[in-house]
């Protein structure tokens, strides 16, 4: 199991993809492997420029799909609790560890953003 760091704060737009990204940039500059990992996004999606799974991709070099970085996309912009109910869905903790253990555990380190 690969060491790593879980990014969290207490609200929407406090700094957790920057933080998280610009740890990556550094570590990957520093020639680690680094993955990362946002199980819960909601209010864009994953394939935006401009969103959060897609810049901690870019950042880290991450070579895994958007889809698996970031298993659980909801398009409103609302916390990702409210906008799975909202749209039907219900995610499970044993969801999100499933996601967890399909990625390549192969890494110098990973980066995991909270929602």
């Given at each position: 199991m690969p060491k790593g760091l879980f990014v969290t704060g207490?609200?929407?737009?406090?700094?957790?993809?920057?933080?998280?990204?610009?740890?990556a940039a550094a570590?990957?500059?520093?020639?680690?492997?680094?993955?990362?990992f946002k199980p819960m996004m909601s209010g864009a999606k994953r394939e935006d420029?401009?969103?959060d799974a897609f810049l901690l991709k870019e950042m880290s070099g991450d070579s895994h799909s958007l889809e698996e970085i970031n298993p659980f996309q909801f398009d409103e912009p609302?916390?990702?609790?409210l906008a799975a109910k909202r749209k039907g869905e219900s995610i499970s903790l044993e969801q999100v560890k499933?996601?967890?253990?399909k990625l390549d555990q192969n890494r110098d380190f990973y980066l995991i953003e909270g929602a």
């Open positions: 207490t609200d929407t737009e406090v700094g957790k993809t920057i933080v998280t990204a610009s740890i570590l990957k500059e520093k020639g680690m492997n680094i993955g990362v420029i401009q969103s609302l916390t990702p609790y499933q996601a967890w253990l």
